[in-house]
Structure formats: structure tokens, C-alpha cells
């Protein structure tokens, strides 16, 4: 079937070609769907249970001790136990709480990562959706998540939950504005919405050292601010344990927890995919400039891991945050978002302009 | 735009913080009334862990009174067991041997930096930095360690009967203190690495839970949180007991009285503790560690009243003997239970997570409050 693992685009015309062949054409398109939309919840299911097991050992190593030991070699089998324990428990819900949007409202968290995941490029030729608007519908997806925490906190019947929500709602809508101006600052720079042409376009190196100063201070702005938009600390402010409890989902319990835990991790790969996409050349190897030499060393690394190593990386980044820092009071977040992340990004922008119209980048 | 902000009709409405609530470190149920996030009253109910210790007292000997006293601060206990055999000695006109007073004076003030350190955790995972939590216990535990060798217990230790020590230090006791010492000297920079100098918790912490020296003194807000509004509180100072007499230490005053000057007396104060111990680790007088008392201690009629410096503030015991083998009455007055008291004071106007901020820096521990 002509498999490479340093370029899919072959393997999957190959496979499309052959079920358009041996089913119609319409059929064969349905079937291949349904292949990739498997392909990804089997993707998602992994996501949250490496992404769990990584997060607590992260964790206890910052916290010198071992994190989970007991189940399977190393704690590795903790999480599928977790998940199991979570999948038998009693959903329980209160008396007086809306059942039809308590009962929606889990699946309204995990439709946004769903949505954004097809778009991300894990490697070349192995893309599910290639938009043209690629960020566009990325950040317009990803927003759809604040609904479903809105409407958990409303529907629970608990003032800690309304009051973790509102503060989520807050957060997320001021925060969205960052993200999205520090995404725009590399696409002035790139020309481009679309994911694989931004990738493509690093090709001579990637945009965080080509575009210098602007793409440092928009990439440290994405950082900050993505990490505010997926409710982890230190703005943990929707669930802050020590103030609301769990916030928004303290009346959750079983499987629709857990729900809201995984929308949390996947919400985070998205987020340190996006950032390796948009300014870490997603899947292209470190290129300096022409230096063959070097250049085809790197090339022998394949695409995928590439990808993979600079998303762990962001991911451990995120990670370190979380159990570094106290957490932000909810006016002090606002503060930093509206007084200072916002004036500065749209300086940014301006700055990026500049650079890109005299031609000062790499 | 104002127009239609005015036109809006608010209400405030109240929740309830506890008995079951992840920072209330307790069973303590406070009845906020919130405008928004803003809190306008703070009530704490109290009785979720009422034992009737002082009742429980009036049937004990007064060796039995000793233990239950362990029960009230849990994490100061070798103090409150102190506290009360001060009292013991007091009415007994019973000199305890030098020995005694020393190891007294070194076991009180690591259970001081012990609690401390438990504080320091717990402050910063209220403030949401769980990590500090596991390096202030990873620090404690090699007290508690030191504690299990000498005392046979860990956390409710024991140590003291009218009179005395229940037995001698471990010939170990004196080096591990002194490895300790030396491991934490090291280890308490860190702390100030990890949220001293940390933007973020100055942001949480600085302005926020202003008391005032009136009324810290008007409301018996008494150990460091007390020391932190510039009020001159500390017993040990004012009325030296066992060795602190002998051992040279600063009283830790801060003028601010807000959440970081009650956190910066706290970690002053461990610095000061680990003084008073190397003055006196090496210097413990040889000789008997229990004075000669009969096994049925009858007090002479009368009133006494000992008061001492457990990591919260002022302990006092209060005992009132009718020349029976058991107390008439005894009243603790717990230094958490007045410290709580000025809460409301302090954070009405700010937000739910200063309120964190202020319960923990005013170090509460809820068993000291409903005895």
C-alpha cells in the first residue's frame, strides 16, 4: 500500500482509493469517516489514560514521591482501574437539580475537544479535515466547551457550582480574546489560517526563532493565556478546591465526571498541539536555514514523533505550571487579562506587522 | 449603560462553608453571607467536634487530665500537656529537676517548627500550590521521627506527667535533633523560594485580612497572628516558664497585621525555635527526669492558673481544686477558639479566597476550638 512513516499522504489516498473501488464512491467516503471518527475516540480514550498516568507521576516527581505504584508494573494499570471504579459508581444527582441539562451538559464539554481534534496535524499527509479557516474554526470549537460548564454549575442546584461556573465564564470568554490575538500574531507572519500551509511554511525554520522577539511574547502570551482557557492552575479558577470545593462539578459523580476530567486532558493536548503547530513547525524537523547536512540528519527523525516530542513537551511545561503555582484570585486574573495580556498582544501584533512589512525575520 | 446597573435588583445570599469543606481543615461551618463573591458576614457555628474535654476533666485524676489535653491542639500537644502539668507543679509547689525543664523546652519547640511546617503546607494548598503541602510534611516527618523514638508516639505524644517526663530521652535524641537542625537549616530557604518570593501568593496575601494591634488586642488574637498586627504577646517572653528564661530568642514583631505579615512571623518564628534548640541540645543538665510525687496527686485547695505559648498563641489552664484527687473545674482558654473570633472582623469586604487566605494564616485547628 506504499506506507511510509515519514509521509502518509500515499498510505491514506491508497486506502481511500481502494474503499471507493470496492464500495461506491459514496459509500466508500462514509465508510472511511467512520474509520477515522473510530480511529479518533480510540485516539481520545488513550489520550486520557496516558495523559492521567503522566500527570500524576509528573506530579509526584515535583512533589518527591512516586505517584501510583501498586496497580500493574510502575502504577501503570492505576488509570484503567480508576476508569473502571468511576464507570460502576451510582450516578448521583440532587433532588432538585435540571436533570435534561445536568445530563447534557458533560457531552456539551467534550464535543468542543472532539471537534477541534480532527484539524490538528499529527503528521504529513495525516490530517483528518485541512480547512482553509483551520484556526478560525479551531477557536470557534473550542469556545463551545464554556457552555457546557455554564450549564453543569447552573443545573446543579449548588451555589458552589454557579459560582465556579460564572467565574469559568468569566475566565474563558477574557481569555479566549489572548489566544486568539497571539495565534493571529503567526498568522500575519505565515499568511496563512490554514493548518498544514503553517506547517508547511517552516520549513526553513520554525516560526518561534524566526519571527523572534513578537513570536516569543505571543508564544509566552498563548501559554498563559491557554492555560486560563482550559480551566488548569494556576487558574484553576472554576474548580478551586479550596474555595468552591470542586466548583462547577461538584455534583458530578461516575462516568460523567469523568467526562469533565478527560475533557480537561484532551483540552490540554489540543492546546500543546496547537502551540507545536503554530510555533514549533507541528511536524516538520528542526531545520536551520540551508545547512544540508544538518537539516538531513533531522530528517531522519520521522514527522510523528517529531510532533509528539514537541507536544510532550509543552504538555510537561503545562504541567509544571500546575504544581508550581498558588492560584490566582478571580479579580487578579481578570486584571492580568484585560489590563495587561491584551494591551500587549495587540501591541504585538502591531510590532509583528512592522516586522513582517520591512522584512526583519529570518 | 449605569442606568441599567442600577436598575439591576441584587440580593445576597449565603452559603454554607463546612462542616465539610476542604479548607475549613475541620469540621468548622461558617454561615457567609456573600454579595457576588464579595463577603459581607462571616459565622462560625462551632460544636461539630465538641467532646466536653473541660466536663470530661472534672471526673479524671489529674494525671488522666494530662491526655486529654492532646486531643485539643493536636499539633502543639507536648504544649498542652505541659500547660497543664505547669499548672499541676504550680499548686503542688513542686520543683521539677533542670533536666526536665531543658528537654521540655527542646520537645515544645520542635513540636512548634512541627506545627509550623504542617502550616506552611497547608497555607500554600489553600492558596492552591498543592506541592508545598508534601515538601512541608516531607520536613515534618523527620520530627515526627525523632518524636517516635522519645516519646513512643508520633502525633499524640504524651511526653509529660505532673512532675516530670514520663521517661527519659533516647540516647539517640540529642544527634538526630542536631541532623535535623542541620537538614532544615538548608530546607527553609526553599520555602521562602517557593512562595515568599513567588508573585503571585505577595498578589494573595499582602493587604488582604487587615487586623489592627486595638483589635487584635481587643479580640485575644494571640500567638503570631497576633505578633503580626504589632501586638507583644509572646509568653515565653512575658512570663518565661520551663528554660525559656535561659535562652536567648527575639520576640517576632510585624506592624502590617495583614495575611503576609502573619505568614512572615510564622516562618521568622521557625528560625527563632531552631535557636532556642541549638542553645540548649547540647546542654542538657544531667540528673532525674521525673520529680518524686505521690501516685494520687491531690492539689490543695485553691485556683490556679498557668498560661504558656502553644504555635497558635496563649494557652491558659485554669484549674480550681477542692483538695479532691479530681479537679473541681478546669477551663482551657484555647488560643484558636479567640483567633477564630476576629475572622469576621478581618475579611468582611474581601472576596471567598481571601477568606482562604485569612483562616489559613490564622492557623486554626478545630478540635483547640470545640474542646
Known sequence: MGFSIYDFSDFINNIHAFLSETFS?????????????????????????????????????????LGPMRVGKWGTAQTVADIIKLIFKEPLMTKDSDKFLFNLAPFIVMIAPVMAISLIPFSKGLQAVDFDIGIFYIVAVSSIGVTGILLAGWSSNNKYSLIGAMRSGAQIVSYELSVILSLLTIVVLSGSLQLSVIVESQREGWWIFRGHIPAIIAFIIFIVASTAESNRGPFDMAEAESELTAGFHTEYSGIKFAYFFLAEYVNMFIIAAVGATIFFGGWMPLHIGNIEFFNNAMDLIPPVIWFFMKVSAIIFLLMWFKWTFPRLRIDQMLTLEWKYLLPLNIMNILLMSIVVLTDFHF | MEEVAQNIETQEYFINMGPQHPSTHGVLRLMLTLDGEIIKKVEPHLGFIHR?????????????????????????????????????????????????????????????????????????????????????????????????????????????????????????????????????????????????????????????????????????????????????????????????????????????????????????????????????????????YKAKTKAVIKLPPGEYYQRVETPRGELGVYIISDNKKNPYRVKFRSPGFSNLSALDKMARGFKIADLVAIMSTLDLVIPDIDR
Open chain 1, 25 to 65: 464512491p459514496v459509500a466508500g467516503n462514509i465508510i472511511g469517516m467512520v474509520i477515522v471518527a473510530a480511529c479518533f475516540l480510540g485516539f481520545i480514550a488513550l489520550l486520557g489514560l496516558s495523559l492521567v498516568y503522566i500527570e500524576r507521576k509528573v506530579c509526584a516527581l515535583f512533589q518527591q514521591r
Open chain 2, 52 to 288: 466536653s474535654i473541660e466536663k470530661m476533666c472534672e471526673k479524671d485524676s489529674y494525671q488522666q487530665v494530662v491526655h486529654l489535653t492532646d486531643r485539643m491542639d493536636y499539633l502543639g500537644c507536648h504544649i498542652n500537656n505541659e500547660a497543664v502539668c505547669l499548672t499541676v507543679e504550680k499548686g503542688l509547689e513542686l520543683e521539677v529537676p533542670e533536666r526536665v525543664k531543658v528537654i521540655r523546652t527542646i520537645i515544645s519547640e520542635l513540636t512548634r517548627l512541627s506545627s509550623h511546617q504542617l502550616w506552611w503546607g497547608v497555607m500554600g494548598m489553600d492558596l492552591g500550590a498543592i506541592t508545598t503541602f508534601l515538601y512541608g510534611f516531607r520536613d515534618r516527618e523527620m520530627i515526627t521521627d525523632i518524636f517516635e523514638e522519645t516519646c513512643g508516639a508520633r502525633l499524640t505524644m504524651n511526653y509529660n506527667v505532673p512532675g516530670g517526663l514520663m521517661f527519659d530521652i533516647h540516647p539517640n535524641f540529642q544527634n538526630r535533633t542536631k541532623q535535623f537542625l542541620e537538614h532544615f537549616k538548608k530546607k527553609l530557604p526553599e520555602y521562602d523560594e517557593l512562595l515568599t518570593g513567588n508573585v503571585i501568593f505577595t498578589e494573595r496575601t499582602k493587604g488582604i485580612g487587615y487586623l489592627s494591634k486595638e483589635d487584635a488586642i481587643s479580640y485575644g488574637v494571640t500567638g503570631p497572628s497576633g505578633r503580626a498586627s504589632g501586638f507583644s504577646c509572646d509568653v515565653r517572653k512575658k512570663n518565661p516558664y520551663s528554660a525559656y528564661d535561659r535562652v536567648d530568642f527575639k520576640e517576632i514583631l510585624f506592624m502590617e497585621g495583614d495575611c503576609f505579615a502573619r505568614y512572615q512571623a510564622r516562618i521568622a518564628e521557625m528560625w527563632e525555635s531552631m535557636k532556642i534548640i541549638e542553645q540548649l541540645i547540647d546542654n542538657i543538665p544531667e540528673g532525674e
